[in-house]
């Protein structure tokens, strides 16, 4: 209807024709990663004031930029004052990320830190692993690891973050209950030791020292030392220490030295000197027990058997002579054998109640000729050398000399040499 100045109206049909609207220039899609609702887009208009914007025809606003949007397709509508719009669909996407799609334990034998962790994924690149989220390696398995509770973690190229609660099941060690030690005793090869557990697997192989794997933990036959020891079990595991044994009580005889005894008299002795002469000991004579010391007196001359015996059984022996310092001897230099029964014989008198033997008894001329011999006679106390004989015959009267050994019961030689007169 048009109406002019005077009030006079009349109506006129007007065809309007829309014309095209314009107003979004370009989108900037970032898709969505690690399906965090991390996509965006960007709406780039063309410079016109006031334009509003929305993603969903209903919803609009001053800011061109939406954010914190999941994978789908959204309809983009950019609108002016006059409610004119312009309209246009975009789709964000989802970039593959990686997730954990199975976790492989293996675990501790021993009571070692010995577990270990095997991470499978499934989509993804350049794929990092780790049990603390801080510390990454580029290998999906994660070793030398004790038992517990582990948060295992995975990271993409993009950053993007999978993680899971695993356990690896503890395992018991060997464990030592006790060592059972006998040491050994005098200086021998009588210790033993007996390596005590109560666990492990199967059955348990021990060692001792250099000594070959055996069943039984218990070693015989071990003198005094250190010794190394170890146990395995059938799953591998070893339990290792060390001994040592220490010897109680020995006998040792250092030094032993003896008191000849005089002719006739019981005042030799022998004096013991021990290694330890701390030891407590019993001292044996010939199968007699004495007093516990390491002199002995008032002994006469002869052989004996010393046993001596600690307070631990230990034993030490050995055998002492003592001697026995000479004793007079007289042999009568001067004699006539005429038969009167006075001197008739060069006579031997031996002091000691000792059987001694004439090992050599020989007579001589001034010129060194043998004119009488005797030898291998064992004589008491008295006996006859000579009757004045030589080869037979009876000697002329004159100066002798002579040459006598003797020998006692306890194999000592004595030698003695002079000269006789002959009378007739």
């Not at 001994?243 to 032993?256: A, D, F, W």
């Not at 008032?298 to 046993?307: A, I, N, R, V």
Request: hydrophobic share 35%.
């Amino acid at each position: 209807m048009v109406e002019d100045i005077r009030g006079c109206t009349t109506i006129v049909a007007v065809t309007l024709i829309a014309s095209d609207v314009n107003y979004i220039d370009s989108l900037i899609i970032t898709d969505e990663t690690c399906d965090n609702n991390n996509g965006a887009i960007v709406v780039n208009a063309y410079l016109i004031d006031n334009l509003q914007y929305s993603i969903d025809g209903a919803n609009f606003q001053m800011n061109n930029v939406f954010d914190q949007l999941n994978q789908g397709m959204y309809h983009i509508t950019v609108m002016n004052e006059a409610g004119c719009f312009d309209t246009l669909s975009a789709e964000i996407g989802s970039i593959p990320f990686a997730i954990i799609s199975e976790v492989q334990t293996t675990t501790t034998s021993c009571g070692l830190s010995n577990g270990s962790i095997t991470i499978l994924t499934q989509g993804g690149n350049d794929i990092l692993y780790s049990t603390d989220g801080i510390n990454f390696q580029d290998q999906n398995v994660l070793d030398q690891l004790p038992a517990g509770d582990f948060n295992v973690y995975i990271v993409d190229q993009n950053g993007c973050l999978d993680q899971e609660v695993i356990s690896i099941a503890a395992s018991e060690p060997l464990m030592l209950d006790s060592l059972q030690i006998t040491n050994p005793t005098c200086g021998l090869q009588n210790g033993s030791a007996t390596i005590v557990i109560s666990n492990g697997l199967g059955a348990l192989s021990y060692m001792l020292g250099q000594s070959a794997s055996q069943l039984s933990p218990t070693f015989n036959q071990l003198s005094q030392g250190m010794y190394p020891w170890s146990v395995n079990d059938e799953a591998g595991c070893i339990l290792d220490g060390n001994i040592e044994l220490n010897t109680s009580g020995s006998v040792e005889i250092e030094m032993l030295t003896s008191q000849a005894a005089d002719c006739n008299s019981k005042n030799g002795g022998f004096a013991i000197q021990l290694a330890n002469p701390d030891t407590d000991f019993t001292l044996w004579v010939n199968g007699n027990q004495l007093e516990n010391t390491t002199v002995i007196n008032d002994l006469p001359s002869g052989e004996y058997e010393l046993l001596i015996i600690d307070a631990y059984g230990c034993q030490a022996d050995t055998a002492i002579t003592i001697l026995q310092n000479q004793c007079p001897l007289v042999i009568a230099n001067i004699f006539s054998p005429n038969g009167d029964g006075v001197n008739d014989f060069v006579e031997l008198t031996w002091q000691s109640t000792d059987q001694v033997q004439i090992k050599q008894f020989s007579v001589f001329d001034r010129w060194g000729n043998e004119l009488h011999s005797l030898s291998g006679v064992w004589i008491d106390n008295r006996h006859v050398l000579w009757d004045g004989n030589a080869k037979g015959k009876e000697a002329n009267p004159g100066v002798y000399t002579y040459f006598l050994q003797i020998e006692n019961e306890n194999k000592e030689t004595f030698s003695y040499k002079g000269d006789i007169t002959l009378i007739r």
